[in-house]
C-alpha cells in the first residue's frame, strides 16, 4: 500500500498568542509539507493567534465558539462536519476545550479515527484555577478512555494532578516544550540596543518578566520582589512585556507606582523581538503561581540568561542548577533569589547564563521536540490506516483501492 502524506487536523481553543499556542505554531511550521498536510481548526476569536498562522502559512478555520465555554452539540456537527471534509488521518486537540471538541468531533466523523490529546497546565487547583478549566479538565479524564489514542503532557509535574481526575495513565507521555537555538541565542548587538531604547547602559542591572497580563503569572510579587531588590541594589531596572489579558497595563503601572519603581520599571506592552530582549537582561523572573512547562524560561536560558523562578510546574526541572527557584508569591525569596544572582561577579553570572543555553541544547532543541511529535503521528496515522484496511479487505476490497472513500 502506497503511503500517503499524513492529514493532520489540529483544534485548538486560542484568543491570544501565548506559550501553549507559540509552541504548537513552532512544531506546525517545521513539518515537512511533503510528509504532513496540515490545517488547523481553532476556537476562539480573531487575533494574534490566527494572525500568527497566516504569517506562517499555516491553513486555519476559525470558530468564534467562546460562549458558552463547553461543548454545544451544535458547534461539536458544524466541527465535524469540516473534519469530514478535510478527511484526516489524525485529529490532534491542543489545551483542554481543543481535545474536548477535537476528539468528540473526531469521533462523530469515525468512530476509530485516530486522535491525541495535549495538556499545556500541570495544576487543577480551586484556589488557582478557573471553575470552567477544572470542569474541562475533569470531564477530559472521563472521557480519556474513551476518547484519545494517546494524551501528551508538556510536562512531567502536570502527570499526577490528571491522574487524580481520571486521566488513563498509560495513555500518557511527556514532550516537552522545544526552542530555537539559531533564534534564541546570545546576541551582545541586541543587548545594546534594547537597553538603548529603555536608555540605560550596557552596565545596569536589568532584571525583566515576559508574560501576559494574568493572575497565573503573579505579576504583583514580581513588583513587590523589584521593590526590595531596588532597596538593595539601587542602580537595577526592571523591564516588563506582554499582552494585556485578565487585567491591563494601568493597573500593572498603578501597582509600580504604589511600589516607588516608577523611575526604573519599563513596560514595553505586546512585543514580538522576545530573544532581543531576553538577551539584554542580566535576570530573567518567572513568579508564576501555576505553569505547564515555561517557554520564557527556556527562551530565556537558550539566549545565556540565568532565571530566578517560582517552583511550579516543570521550572525546577527546566532551569536544573543554572539559576534560582523559590516558593511561589514570596516576594522576599524571589527578591534575594535575583539580588543573588545579579551579585555575582559578571564573569560567573555569565558563565551560569551558558550552562543555561547548554541544558536547553541537550534538553529541549526545537527539532528533537518536532521529531517526537512526528513519531507520534506517524504510529497514530499507521494504525488507523492499518484499521481501514482491515475492514475494507473483509468488504472484499482490495488494499491498493481510495482508502478515504470511507471517510
Not at 9 to 24: C, D
Not at 126 to 136: A, F, L, N, V
Not at 164 to 181: A, R
Request: hydrophobic share 45%.
Amino acid at each position: 500500500m502506497t503511503i500517503e502524506r499524513i492529514r493532520l487536523a489540529v483544534v485548538i481553543n486560542a484568543i491570544v498568542l501565548a506559550g501553549a499556542e507559540r509552541m504548537l505554531a513552532r512544531v506546525l511550521s517545521r513539518l515537512k509539507p511533503d510528509e504532513f498536510d496540515v490545517h488547523v481548526f481553532t476556537i476562539g476569536l480573531q487575533g494574534p493567534f490566527t494572525e500568527h498562522l497566516e504569517q506562517l502559512g499555516i491553513p486555519n478555520r476559525l470558530y468564534e465558539f467562546v460562549r458558552p465555554k463547553l461543548p454545544n452539540p451544535f458547534h461539536l456537527l458544524t466541527l465535524a462536519r469540516d473534519l469530514r471534509r478535510f478527511q484526516p488521518d489524525v485529529v490532534q486537540g491542543w489545551m483542554y476545550l481543543g481535545n474536548l471538541f477535537g476528539g468528540v468531533a473526531a469521533k462523530l466523523v469515525r468512530r476509530d479515527l485516530p486522535v491525541a490529546w495535549n495538556i499545556r497546565h500541570s495544576t487543577l487547583d480551586p484556589q488557582i484555577d478557573s471553575r470552567s478549566m477544572r470542569w474541562s479538565a475533569w470531564l477530559g479524564g472521563q472521557l480519556s478512555g474513551l476518547v484519545p489514542d494517546r494524551i501528551v503532557l508538556c510536562a512531567e509535574a502536570a502527570r499526577a494532578a490528571h491522574l487524580q481526575v481520571g486521566y488513563v495513565p498509560q495513555k500518557l507521555e511527556v514532550i516537552p516544550n522545544g526552542f530555537d537555538l539559531g533564534e534564541l541565542r546570545p546576541d551582545p548587538a541586541a543587548r545594546l540596543r534594547i537597553r538603548c531604547e529603555l536608555g540605560l547602559t550596557g552596565d545596569t542591572p536589568l532584571v525583566g518578566l515576559i508574560g501576559r497580563l494574568h493572575p497565573h503569572k503573579d505579576h504583583q510579587t514580581f513588583v513587590r520582589a523589584a521593590r526590595k531588590v531596588a532597596d538593595r541594589i539601587p542602580s537595577a531596572h526592571f523591564v516588563a512585556a506582554g499582552e494585556s489579558q485578565t487585567y491591563s497595563a494601568s493597573d500593572l503601572l498603578s501597582w509600580v507606582d504604589e511600589a516607588g519603581l516608577c523611575d526604573r520599571f519599563h513596560w514595553l506592552g505586546v512585543r514580538h523581538d522576545i530573544a532581543a530582549i531576553d538577551a539584554s537582561l542580566d535576570v530573567l523572573v518567572c513568579s508564576s503561581t501555576t505553569e505547564g512547562f515555561p517557554n520564557v524560561v527556556g527562551e530565556a536560558m537558550a539566549c545565556g540568561v540565568p532565571c530566578v523562578a517560582t517552583d511550579v510546574g516543570e521550572c525546577a526541572e527546566v532551569i536544573g542548577n543554572t539559576g534560582r527557584v523559590v516558593p511561589k508569591q514570596s516576594p522576599q525569596l524571589l527578591s534575594e533569589a535575583i539580588v543573588e544572582l545579579l551579585e555575582l561577579p559578571a564573569l560567573e553570572r555569565t558563565a551560569l547564563g551558558t550552562l543555561a543555553r547548554q541544558r536547553v541544547v541537550e534538553r529541549y532543541d526545537i527539532d528533537r521536540i518536532v521529531d517526537r511529535y512526528r513519531d507520534l503521528w506517524h504510529r497514530l496515522a499507521n494504525s488507523g490506516r492499518s484499521g481501514q484496511a482491515t475492514r475494507l479487505n473483509d468488504a472484499g476490497l482490495h488494499d491498493g483501492e481510495e482508502l478515504r472513500a470511507v471517510a
